[in-house]
């Protein structure tokens, strides 16, 4: 399986990276063992001294497609659930400033956080869901799916013209702004809506 990420589809993040808003999705992977497993901690890889977090409404793919059309993408998901995108800052501006690809940054072990899934049900509006994160006992990033420059089913389309979708794939679908820096004996904590969804430890 593989994890799509979206990258820029929050304008306030955008912004706070002083990145330029793009006029397609912005797409990467991570490899299935970025995953990191549950309940374990998540360890800062010797190579960053600048690891952020990045709270992301994921979508998990039950069939497989390619080239789906829009108004047909909400038949490809029936649960949701949050996490966390992990990315190594300091080496991707690096990376970015060479023009070289971002991976090392992004797909790094563990850098994957995956929380509980909820069936789509549970939520009157997908494109109204309210989600965030906690730091220790601080709200640092809170984002609502209304503010995404493309919603789920567009960006089911969008990624499913490049990589064809298979059953157990996860989207992350991008972060809000309020990204920032952890630091060992941190302890973060996801909401979606009120119903928390993961919770990690730094080491
Ligand atoms: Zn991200």
């Not at 994890?3 to 490899?31: Q, S, T």
């Not at 709200?139 to 995404?148: D, E, H, P, R, Y």
Request: hydrophobic share 40%.
């Amino acid at each position: 399986m593989k994890l799509i990420c979206m990258g820029r589809n929050y304008a306030a993040h955008i912004h706070e990276l002083a990145n330029e808003k793009p006029d397609e999705p912005v797409v990467f992977i991570k490899p299935d063992s970025s995953i990191l497993p549950k309940e374990q901690d998540f360890y800062i890889p010797e190579f960053s001294n600048e690891i952020h977090y990045e709270v992301e409404v994921l979508v998990k793919i039950k069939k497989v497609g390619k080239h789906i059309d829009e108004k047909f993408a909400h038949k490809y998901y029936d649960e949701i659930g949050l996490g966390i995108d992990f990315t190594a800052r300091d080496l991707q501006s690096a990376l970015k400033a060479k023009g070289l690809p971002w991976e090392k940054a992004k797909g790094f072990d563990g850098s994957a956080v995956i929380g509980n899934w909820f069936p789509i049900e549970n939520f009157e509006d997908l494109s109204d869901i309210n989600f965030s994160l906690l730091k220790n006992t601080e709200v640092v990033q809170k984002g609502n799916t209304s503010l995404m420059l493309w919603n789920i089913d567009a960006l089911i389309a969008y990624v499913s013209r490049f990589f064809m979708l298979k059953k157990g794939d996860i989207i992350f679908t991008g972060t809000p702004a309020g990204v920032g820096k952890i630091k060992a004996n941190d302890y973060l904590s996801g909401f979606i809506e009120d119903q928390e969804a993961f919770t990690v430890k730094i080491k």
